[in-house]
């Protein structure tokens, strides 16, 4: 049995370190945007819909990296805009649209890749294989997390007016609905870089646990970016080095990593706090 030592000095222990790194502050960032939005049980049903798109491209045109990244970016689309559009078209609202076509997309993407005799692919893609990565996976989550990093930060300024007063920023000129679509966009792409990393099933506590433990200890916004980024990335590396010695799956251990990491600040926050609560009741 090999040492974690010798681990460590593999090429595929060295890429899933950097990737767990990368993905997480990337991750970690976006978040910053998704707790402000309070949208996590958007991204959460956004996260599942990948699936059925990743079956599709399997199915037409065989499994790539291009393939399935342009299957779950259509997926993730497809729901998104459709639930607005049956919300604008129908008497349901676009929180009850997104869940009934997000639970039947899923339903028929694992119907697809078990037909397909896929079972391995569909557990990698539920559950998360970061160990596996290639140097071609590697690039494109480095493309990705860039690509959202570096938009954020220069969009920061109109993007805090938008989230906070939408008017406001509507009357300085800020393009608001492109805006919101850009986000929209930036998410989607957050999601699928994370799919190698924690899967489906679990991307959502990646992009929303670091920020959420940030907005516990500070009122700045603009320090829930890099603050979630450091927590992402802080939480997603501690659990590479913890998941190989305990035998544990390191894609749960990276969002149980930050569950804890949230479950400490929820009650230890000298601000906002359980014990900080009491103490102000009292």
Known sequence: MTTFTDFLSEPIAKRALLACAMIGFSNGFVSAFVVLRKSAL?????????????????????????????????????????????????RLDQDTAMGILYTTAF???????????????????????????????????????AIAVLTLTMLQRPLLIFLFEPNVAASLGVPVRMLNYALFAIVILVLISSLQAVGCILSVGLLVAPAATVYLFSNNARTLFIGGGIIGALGSTTAFFLSYPLGWHISSTIVLVLGTFFTLGYIFSPRYGLFASRKRSS
């Open 42 to 90: 958007k991204v959460g049903t956004l996260s599942h819909a990948l699936l059925p798109g990743l079956a599709l491209a399997v199915l037409c045109f065989g499994l790539t990296q291009w393939s399935a990244l342009a299957g779950a970016i259509f997926a993730a689309m497809f729901v998104g805009l459709g639930s607005i559009f049956v919300a604008r078209t129908s």
């Open 107 to 145: 339903a028929g993407g694992i119907v697809l890749l078990t037909g397909m005799q896929m079972r391995q692919k569909l557990d990698e893609w539920l559950f998360g294989s970061i160990v596996g990565m290639a140097d071609s996976d590697l690039w494109i989550a480095f493309g990705i997390s």
